[in-house]
């Protein structure tokens, strides 16, 4: 059904009265009525153009009727609606309107163009969600509109042909000179509408007289805002990318933070770095908060003496760095990290420590320290700590011997603090214990086999591992599953976790149970033995009872253990499966040489190597005798390094998957 349009023109424009003029002057007369008719088309506005429902039709549905109107305004002028074109993509309408005024025996014409917008936009969507994000609100003349005196029939509603508006409800906000609109939109079809009200916000309305002074003395303040403005750069890695790129931010990572800003009143744009001859420069846009127009723009020094984080070191010489170095390494304390790293400390075993077996505070993460040249004295040992700036190819260093305390480890530092989260230990295998399992390990004379879990509070830090395993099946030999039921199979079973092939090949004894879980290296670490007794039936499910101790205190009297009950499954492959997680062992004594590298990197970005996944450019190199790459997969960039998986075989046994960083691509 067609919808009536009416042509209104508004009340408020001001009569235009007509001075009396002598016959003798034709021709000024002339220019009065061209005036005067000029001046009546230039009042003609969208907003005097109302069209009953027009957010529910087409422009094309209301065509026929807008070029058949004619309305008269007065005697004076005659209004006709000469053309008409519609655009049902855009929901506009633009229209000719031809005013005819006649005075003096005489016709004046002139035409005017308006385009009329807010009717339906005829678009297909997948559903009522996505048609709510094409719905748009407009205010006419916002910008010359104070929004005090907003009016909510005002608002052009530009909804999709074929939805409607359920709910709609316009709020003003004046202390943010805005107007949030909440609505929901329906299928005028099917009645499905939007779950929840959706918003809009109008902006940009005519700023009020006060706001105009706020702004004003805001404008006053800019300079000073400026003068009071410290940047400096973000970190030492920002430093020198900056510097060496001239860039202010890196893959969007601002290079440089700025200090005492006002971001209630003003926001900030960094432009551009130079280095000129008195030191580095950042160009900084300063504009208003409220009228982002008005801004300043200024070459602003930049501050050498601090990063966010910590020292600018390039804010001193040579000498200032060093000391800076000397004084952090003066109130240095050393720990080892882990149990085994303080047994090979007091082994003096230099072979097995690294930069990470110990233990620093405080820890400033500003700075790479490095150790080398342990030595023993009496019972105290020594470390050389070497001090450098994290993130800075060729920083200076400093030197410094530091006693290492071995009182206490540093898990034992960490968990005193986190007794909530603990961090777990970290044990060496223990030397004469034989990798390959013993059948006839013997079980101390007090041992009992209870049913229930049980982990004392020796145990606390393999309880989570423990907790893990209870969600997983345990993989045992078919053999072994087979004994446990028909009952040959009586006594507890004893084994090591700790597995390794010889010249005989694989030591495994038929009932080997296999881990499946992540859990298990902390267990393998701290040489763990096994008990495996007491098969039943649970819920229709096989289990059996182990219990852990470590080895060293299997034979201690009394000794303590932690019990729990789980699920156990045959499983055929039993044996290839141990032979993958020893070869994944034997890869642990060779990880620390081995060389993966992306040949031609500094040729190439980072993303583009990711994007391009080519393999034959991955390079592994220090791979032991019989050891061959199996497969090589790309896995992510992360802080602008790239990430693959490599899995290794030897002796047609294939490992794990490990991953490997690869860093130095083109900037």
């Known amino acids: 059904m067609k919808k009536n349009l009416f042509l209104i023109l508004s009340t408020t424009i001001p009569a235009i009265a007509l001075p009396i003029i002598s016959a003798s002057c034709g021709n000024g007369n002339e220019d009065k009525a061209k005036e005067e008719l000029h001046k009546f088309v230039g009042s003609i506005k969208e907003e005097n153009i109302v069209v009953d429902s027009k957010e529910k039709l087409l422009p094309s549905q209301v065509l026929d009727e807008l070029i058949n109107l004619i309305i008269e305004k007065s005697e004076k002028f005659e209004i006709n609606i000469d053309a008409g074109e519609a655009n049902d993509d855009d929901g506009t309408l633009n229209i000719q309107i031809k005013v005819v005024l006649k005075k003096n025996g005489k016709t004046y014409e002139e035409t005017c163009s308006i385009k009329i917008t807010g009717f339906a936009r005829k678009v297909k969507f997948e559903n009522v969600d996505k048609a709510a994000e094409s719905v748009i609100f407009i205010y006419p003349n916002i910008k010359q509109t104070l929004l005090k005196d907003f009016k909510q029939e005002k608002i052009v509603k530009n909804v999709p042909y074929g939805y409607e508006l359920s709910f709609f409800k316009a709020v003003v906000n004046p202390s943010l ?94 432009l551009k770095v130079e280095k000129k001859s008195d030191g580095w420069y950042v160009t900084v846009k300063l504009e208003l908060s409220a009228n982002p127009t008005v801004f300043l723009e200024e070459a602003k020094k930049v501050d050498m003496s601090n990063y966010l984080k910590s020292i600018n070191p390039h804010g001193l010489d040579e000498v200032g760095q060093k000391a800076y170095l000397l ?41 790479r320290i490095t150790f080398s040249k342990l030595r023993k004295d009496s019972e105290n040992y020594f470390i050389t700590a070497t001090a450098a700036f994290e993130d800075w190819v060729g920083s200076p260093t400093q030197d410094k011997e530091i006693q290492i305390d071995l009182s206490k480890t540093g898990v034992e530092i960490y968990n005193e603090t986190h007794p909530t989260s603990p961090m777990q230990d970290q044990f060496n295998p223990t030397p004469t214990i034989d990798g390959e399992v013993e059948v006839d390990l013997t079980l101390p004379a007090d041992y009992k086999s209870t049913d229930a879990d049980d982990t004392p509070d020796k145990f606390k830090f393999t309880q989570s591992n423990i907790d893990k395993w209870k969600l997983k099946n345990f993989w045992v030999s078919e053999e072994t599953l087979k004994g446990f039921k028909d009952g040959t199979i009586t006594k507890p079973l004893v084994q090591l976790f700790k597995l390794k092939d010889d010249k005989d090949g694989f030591p495994i004894l038929a009932h080997n149970v296999y881990f499946l879980t992540d859990a298990d290296k902390f267990f393998r670490d701290a040489q763990q033995v096994f008990i495996l007794s007491d098969f039943k039936v649970v819920d229709g499910k096989d289990t059996i009872k182990i219990t852990t101790v ?18 156990i499954t045959a499983k055929k492959d039993f044996k290839e499966d141990v032979k993958k997680d020893v070869y994944s062992e034997k890869y642990n004594t060779f990880k620390g040489s081995l060389v993966v590298d992306y040949e031609g990197k500094d040729t190439i970005n980072v993303n583009d190597a990711l994007a391009g996944k080519d393999t034959s450019k991955i390079k592994v190199t220090n791979l032991p005798t019989n050891w061959e790459v199996n497969e090589i997969k790309f896995r992510d960039v992360k802080s602008g390094k790239l990430r693959v998986w490599v899995r290794l075989e030897c002796n047609y046994v294939i490992t794990k998957s490990y991953s490997f960083t690869i860093s130095g691509f083109q900037a």
Do not use: C
């Not at 470590?550 to 699920?567: C, E, H, I």
């Open 327 to 367: 004084s952090k390494l003066s109130t240095l304390k050393i720990n080892p990290k882990y149990t085994k790293d303080l047994q090979n400390i007091k082994s003096l075993k230099t072979s097995k420590l690294s930069d990470k077996s110990y233990w620093l505070a405080p820890f400033d993460k500003s700075l």
């Open 550 to 567: 470590p080895v060293n205190d299997l034979k201690v009297s009394g000794a303590t253990f932690a019990s729990l009950r789980v699920n």
């Open 177 to 270: 000179d805005e107007v949030t609109i909440l609505f929901k939109l329906k299928d005028s079809k099917t009645n499905k509408e939007t779950a929840h009200n959706i918003e809009r916000v109008l902006k940009g309305w005519k700023l009020s007289e006060e706001k105009l002074k706020e702004i004003e003395e805001a404008k006053k303040n800019l300079k000073t805002q400026m003068n009071n403005l410290t940047v400096i750069f973000a970190s030492e890695s920002a430093y020198q990318f900056a510097t060496k790129n001239m860039a202010v931010d890196n893959a969007g990572k601002p290079n440089f933070a700025t200090q005492n800003l006002d971001s209630s009143k003003y926001s900030q744009k960094l």
